[in-house]
């Protein structure tokens, strides 16, 4: 099983993009999504998760700018990201807990200028 995370980028403040992070290989079920980042010198936050029966949590700090989605069809999660802000600038994470066993895919970087 494998986690490809796609989808950071240089964007201005107040710009918007949108993340994905396509999980591949054989399995049978992804339990739980989601997404969190680290920017340097800072501890890994949580940013976001994801449930599947839809559930969502946020962060407060993302909260109201940030929604996140997946399709169960294509084994994919997004993260829409709206009205950013240059402490969003980070290195962004996803994992993903499949069949009992959490993955993590590697890292998508989100600049944010001001």
């Known amino acids: 099983v494998q986690l490809q995370a796609s989808g950071g980028g240089l964007v201005q403040d107040g710009g918007s993009l949108r993340l994905s992070c396509a999980a591949s290989?054989?399995?049978?079920?992804?339990?739980?999504m989601a997404w969190l980042r680290q920017a340097p010198g800072k501890q890994r936050e949580l940013v976001a998760h994801?449930?599947?029966?839809?559930?969502?949590d946020y962060s407060d700090s993302v909260k109201g700018r940030f929604t996140i989605s997946r399709d169960n069809v294509k084994n994919t999660l997004y993260l829409q990201m709206n009205k950013l802000k240059p402490e969003d600038t980070a290195l962004y994470y996803c994992?993903?807990?499949?069949?009992?066993?959490?993955?993590w895919g590697q890292g998508t970087q989100v600049t944010v200028s001001s």
């Open positions: 994992n993903a807990l499949i069949d009992a066993k959490l993955f």
């Open positions: 290989g054989t399995f049978s079920h992804i339990t739980y």
């Open positions: 994801i449930e599947d029966r839809g559930i969502t």
